[in-house]
């Protein structure tokens, strides 16, 4: 997911309530639409159901804070939520819960994506389905099949076995608006959008992230957050560009497999399983436990993060960072 924005700073109330960036003062888009990779946005129209948060981003519902059961295999923070797929394709879901994001579909999915306050994942025929939020459509999927998707702020991008990529959802910063390309991965951050191609060259768009230059050469994996995005290479080092607000584009050095990057932090997964986060640490972002971990998600929420304990499928799953609607607490 990303979380991320053209906001060049996040504001928030207490370390409890954060105000993460809204869709816009009065919380109805000016473009909303699906985009395909000729880069055109087919669908200008206006969203009358502005659904957002509200003005201190702090909800009245304090969320689903049930038990999640079973043997997990994934799990994607969210804004203010997390989702997690069982190893037998069932979704849980917890945290804040005032758009349903919390209430997943009855399904049998073979993977997940969370973006600020919607959630999508794909079933077993790569059909995507997605919940809560839906002010810019972005929880109204184009009918796939995907093999991969990555849930943004309000957008969504899925990438087919062909390796195109389509986008819906919001497109006010041209988010939506793909190149022309044969694309290996995407990754959705909060207004922008960066993917890899087949050569594992890196391509963004959306956002100001187009008028930055990103690292050169060959890339592994990449996770987009607040106007940012980070990428590791073929040896494992990690590369950030674009927004820094709170040292989020200077990560550590070191070989590293995993990345999810968050409003304005990151974390990575070493070899042994540490994860080490950097960046904003108002709230704990940065505090990722000792313990061996795994399955970090490309993805961390807002500002918490979330790791499998053992390697899939797990028991249980280990998040740090803001608990404000319980969604530190699977």
Aim: contains cysteine; charged residues 15%; glycine residues 14%.
């Amino acid at each position: 997911m990303c979380l991320l924005a053209g906001c060049s700073f996040v504001l928030y109330e207490s370390p409890c309530d954060p105000v993460l960036p809204g869709p816009d003062d009065t919380g109805v888009s000016d473009d909303t639409g699906v985009s395909d990779d000729t880069g055109v946005s087919d669908d200008t129209g206006v969203s009358d159901d502005t659904g957002g948060p509200d003005d201190t981003g702090v909800s009245d519902d304090t969320g689903d804070t049930s038990e999640p059961t079973g043997l997990f295999i994934q799990v994607a923070p969210g804004g203010i939520h997390t989702c997690a797929l069982t190893d037998a394709g069932e979704i849980e879901c917890w945290g804040r819960s005032d758009e349903g994001q919390t209430s997943p579909p009855s399904m049998t999915a073979q993977s997940i994506t969370s973006g600020y306050a919607h959630s999508c994942a794909l079933d077993g025929d790569g059909k995507p389905t997605c919940w809560g939020l839906n002010n810019h459509g972005q929880a109204s999927p184009l009918a796939g099949p995907f093999v991969g998707l990555s849930a943004g702020g309000h957008h969504t991008c899925g990438l087919d076995a062909d390796g195109e990529i389509a986008c819906w959802g919001r497109n006010n910063e041209a988010q939506l608006n793909v190149p022309v390309g044969v694309w290996a991965q995407v990754s959705a951050g909060w207004d922008h959008t960066c993917a890899l191609d087949i050569r594992g060259w890196l391509h963004c768009w959306g956002g100001d992230m187009d008028a930055i230059e990103p690292p050169t050469g060959s890339q592994s994996t990449l996770a987009s957050g607040q106007g940012f995005t980070c990428a590791l290479d073929l040896e494992g080092a990690i590369r950030c560009w674009g927004l820094d607000t709170a040292g989020e584009t200077f990560p550590p050095d070191g070989n590293f497999l995993e990345l999810a990057a968050g409003l304005a932090h990151a974390c990575a997964l070493d070899a042994e399983g540490i994860a080490v986060c950097w960046g904003d640490d108002t709230v704990g972002q940065r505090a990722s436990p000792a313990a061996s971990l795994s399955g970090l998600s490309s993805s961390a929420g807002a500002m918490h993060s979330c790791a499998l304990t053992g390697p899939p499928p797990a028991e249980e799953i280990e998040c740090w960072g803001l608990d404000s609607q319980g969604q530190l607490s699977p």
